[in-house]
């Protein structure tokens, strides 16, 4: 539940499916319902996530040692 200093009562609920398409990619979606000061919001939301080592430096370096 929300409240904006009293101006807004909003109830909400949220959701969603991740699905790993391969390593280091992801995608999303989810869908929202609410009700704010009794009137209804429906959603949908996606999103994409990308991955990658942050030492990948260190493993080139590793196989050549």
Do not use: C, Y
């Amino acid at each position: 539940m929300e409240k904006a200093f009293g101006q807004f009562d909003t109830m909400s609920a949220l959701i969603g499916l991740i699905w790993q398409v391969r390593d280091g990619l992801s995608v999303n979606v989810g869908l929202r319902r609410a009700l704010t000061n009794g009137h209804p919001v429906n959603e949908v939301r996606t999103g994409v996530t990308f991955g990658f080592p942050l030492r990948a430096l260190d493993t080139v370096s590793a196989r050549h040692r």
